[in-house]
């Protein structure tokens, strides 16, 4: 069982920066596929990025957010990051980080392909 606990969220202004950390908790270890989505209130959750921290080069991003956030992890730091830059108010949500214990995801950008949800950490854009 692995229980994820995000960090780093905030109040920032359009245009600015974050850095959110997401890191098991206890005794757990980040899985191969780890994934960081985002919900706005009355909105389903999309989505963000993704990353095979087996080689932690292969990882994915929804189109609205390439070029601008960047997903890495550390296995020795046992955390995975997410860097958000050019921040629009319009991305306003609650971010969580998630984590699949299995097999390696086919679409890595899909709630239903996680099974460890961390409790979310606020972003709000002005």
């Known amino acids: 069982h692995v229980q994820l606990v995000e960090s780093g969220g905030g109040s920032v202004q359009a245009g600015g920066s974050l850095r959110l950390s997401c890191s098991p908790s206890g005794y757990g270890h980040i899985t191969k596929c780890m994934g960081w989505f985002r919900q706005a209130p009355g909105k389903e959750r999309e989505g963000v990025a993704a990353?095979?921290?087996?080689?932690?080069?292969?990882?994915y991003y929804a189109d609205s957010v390439k070029g601008r956030f960047a997903i890495s992890a550390d296995n020795a730091e046992n955390t995975v990051y997410l860097q958000m830059n050019s921040l629009k108010p319009e991305e306003t949500a609650m971010y969580y980080c998630?984590?699949?214990?299995?097999?390696?995801?086919?679409?890595?950008?899909?709630?239903?392909?996680?099974?460890?949800w961390g409790q979310g950490t606020q972003v709000t854009v002005s």
């Open positions: 998630a984590a699949r214990a299995s097999s390696r995801w086919a679409v890595p950008l899909t709630p239903v392909s996680y099974g460890y």
């Open positions: 990353i095979y921290t087996g080689d932690s080069r292969t990882v």
